[in-house]
């Protein structure tokens, strides 16, 4: 055992099994790889922006924002509220708690002059109270960030970063047949509605990659 160990390294029998070179890959596997990495890329981007979405959402309103019977009482005009609300939750019905004084127009008209006056009616001071409580309560409850939304964020944007980075790479890919270039159109059909792209841009990169390929295919045809 120990002589055989201690044989000199040049006097070791070679190996005499042949290992067989990897089959042929397709012209465009490269693009392959990438057009797969891109869409998966894209699919996580997509689920990470749904749920940063869902943590985003604004749910269980304070009390103090519930629609009270009073609120109607004070005079206030509801032209964005609709009759299934239960509490004061939209921006837009913010809106309309921000500016609370009326207005009184006046006309008067002669031969020749019409004069149209408004005047500023201010609010009651009950009603100012009332509007002042909403929207205090509405901006703390709106504007507060909800449990899990931090992470939620940090990971569509990595998600967003590496979409980004993988669509780059195949933009940067030149596909050289038929079946490279439907792979790269994959990107243009996803959900069969077309490609926004990342962060809600345009497709243009792919398009004008696909441009770049079919270019170099016809300039490779003689004339």
Known sequence: MNAIVSLPLA????????????????????????????????????????????????V?????????????????????????????????????????DGWQTERHETADCMVLTQRRVPASEELKARGEEIVAAWDAWYNKRPRGFVKAEREMKRASAACFKARKALCEASATTVEGLRAK??????????????DGSDPEPVVASLLRDIQRMVDTIPA
């Open 11 to 58: 006097a070791a029998p070679l190996p005499t099994k042949i290992v067989e070179a990897p089959a042929s890959r397709h012209p465009d596997a490269r693009v392959f790889e990438l057009v797969d990495a891109y869409l998966a890329a894209e699919r996580r981007y997509s689920d990470a922006a749904i749920a940063l979405d869902r943590r985003s959402a604004h």
């Open 60 to 100: 269980n309103p304070p009390e103090v924002l519930r629609i009270r019977p009073r609120d109607f009482e004070l005079g206030k005009k509801l032209e964005l509220f609709e009759a299934s609300d239960e509490y004061w939750y939209r921006p837009c019905d913010i809106g309309q708690w921000k500016s609370l």
């Open 185 to 198: 159109l994959r990107c243009l059909e996803i959900d069969g509605e077309g490609f926004d792209g990342v």
